[in-house]
């Protein structure tokens, strides 16, 4: 058995509500709620739930989601009938707010599921400014892409920007980063014109060819002239196949160099798992021990921090991760023994038996890799050089 303890001298709280995770986008869509789930079972069977405060996400309200939402996309969202019902469609706002569409259908409990999502964003957001919790982890939540009144890559409610905007009333600065495959549009877009965020998102970028399309290295905030937002946007596009190695080392040379620069008073973290090798999505060959590295980077800088959920479309893969990340939350990574426990509900799903398997394990053929390290240089440089117009 085994003896995870709590952490010493700081508290982690874990925000989950298993209604949400009960929620269907349709048979093949690509989000499966269900990894929740698989990842909540990892987290119970390895004995993670004594060593944190866990809460049941409640589900957020009207009031709460228009912090950032407009009225007349939140109506529609409460209102819309589900697809596979029968029901008067109302094309017009359908088109104005991409809803019903194969990304973001609107599927039965929609509204329960989003305002539950971000309930456990907020929760979490809450507990660290009262200081009660150090760490508060919402994989619920993390559904960057949803903009002020319209849907967008499965995202319906833009959870993070709420979290952040309720750190706001209690912190001076928030640094938020992003390490799902995709470009954090949504969030990066929502504090385009504020020097109190700064946003980072680390993604695959090929416009025309991968969702969204944005996020190049050169767009860091619109340069209007009298907009103190201009250089808290930081990109960093990368190409197939980036590997751990080079992924660790570009995240603690930009990140690192961000703190201190910016001196955040907070931290939100989005986890995206489709940044994973073998997602159904993603192009990149991050293994678990990689994709972690970045949690327990930003750990160990001693900031008051919310992690949060995001992409990740190959469930056995979202879970290992997650539940490996919720360990160095609480400071028990050495603890776990990466043989997965026996009395794990659904052990069956992660074939090979591991938390880490190898890359050959998990794709057969690892990706090529398409990213230089002259490139990857040259980047670091850019970020540099942008962070000189930062002053906190
Ligand atoms: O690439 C797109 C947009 C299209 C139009 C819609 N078709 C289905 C795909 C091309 C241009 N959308 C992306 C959205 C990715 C969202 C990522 C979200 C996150 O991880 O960043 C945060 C939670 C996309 N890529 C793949 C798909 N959509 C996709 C959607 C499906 C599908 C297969 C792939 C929807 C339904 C079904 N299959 C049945
Ligand atoms: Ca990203
Ligand atoms: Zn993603």
Known sequence: TYNITRPKGYNVSF??????????????????????????????????????????????????????????????????????????????KEVKYNLGGSDCPLFYGLYDYCSMSAGGSLDAARKICAKQSDIAVSWGGGLHHAKRSEASGFCYINDIVLAILQLLRCFPRVLYIDIDVHHGDGVEEAFFSTDRVMTVSFHKYQPEVFFPGTGGLEDNGPKSEHNPGAHHAINVPLNDGITDEQYEWLFQSIIGQVNERFRPSAIALQCGADSLAGDRLGRFNLQVQGHAACVNFCKKLGIPMIIFGGGGYTPRNVARAWAFETAIAIDCQDKIDPVIPMHTPWR?????????????????????????????????????????????
């Open 348 to 392: 069956d799903h992660f074939h090979h038996e591991t938390l880490f398997p190898t890359l050959e394990q998990i794709l057969g053929e690892p990706r090529a890799n398409k990213n230089t390290q002259k490139r990857l240089q040259d980047m670091v440089q850019h970020v540099t050089e942008q962070l000189r117009f930062v002053n906190f």
């Open 15 to 92: 925000h989950t509500n298993p209604e949400m995770e009960k929620h269907h986008f349709g048979q093949t869509h690509p989000m499966k709620p269900w990894r929740l789930t698989l990842t909540k079972s990892l987290v119970t069977s390895y004995g993670m739930s004594f060593a944190m405060d866990n809460y049941v996400a409640r589900a957020a309200t009207y009031e709460e989601l228009n912090m950032f939402h407009s009225n007349d996309y939140l109506d529609y969202l409460g209102t819309a009938p589900a697809e596979d019902t029968p029901r008067d469609v109302d094309t017009d």
